[in-house]
């Protein structure tokens, strides 16, 4: 069984600047992809970053410029530097792992963590 744990989300002033982190652990013996997602109230999930295990990467528009994914591979941690914060940014993040395990493949989620942009 995969499990993921998130951390460092909050509140924070416009303009301000949070880095959530996501440990993946359990059997885990390849990671194919690790991203992040979001869902606002009364919105639909969507993808705000992702990076494959070929270290190329994908932003939102709505993200470019002032989100970076990175990850640690020893660690299998996947974090994502957010900059310039808005008000629109606003929402639960959710961390996403893709791998495999000795006998499966897997998907998994992270609980998810509030981020919230407010003077």
């Known amino acids: 069984q995969v499990q993921l744990v998130e951390s460092g989300g909050g509140l924070v002033q416009p303009g301000g600047s949070l880095r959530l982190s996501c440990v993946a652990s359990?059997?885990?013996?390849?990671?194919?992809?690790m991203g992040w997602y979001r869902q606002a109230p009364g919105k639909q999930r969507e993808l705000v970053a992702a990076?494959?295990?070929?270290?190329?990467?994908n932003y939102a528009d709505s993200v470019k410029g002032r989100f970076t994914i990175s990850r640690d591979n020893a660690k299998n941690t996947v974090y994502l530097q957010m900059n310039s914060l808005k008000p629109e940014d606003t929402a639960v993040y959710y961390c996403?792992?893709?791998?495999?395990?000795?006998?499966?493949?897997?998907?998994?989620w992270g609980q998810g963590t509030q981020v919230t942009v407010s003077s």
């Open positions: 990076g494959t295990s070929g270290n190329s990467t």
């Open positions: 996403n792992v893709r791998g495999s395990t000795a006998t499966r493949d897997f998907g998994s």
């Open positions: 359990g059997s885990i013996r390849r990671i194919y992809a």
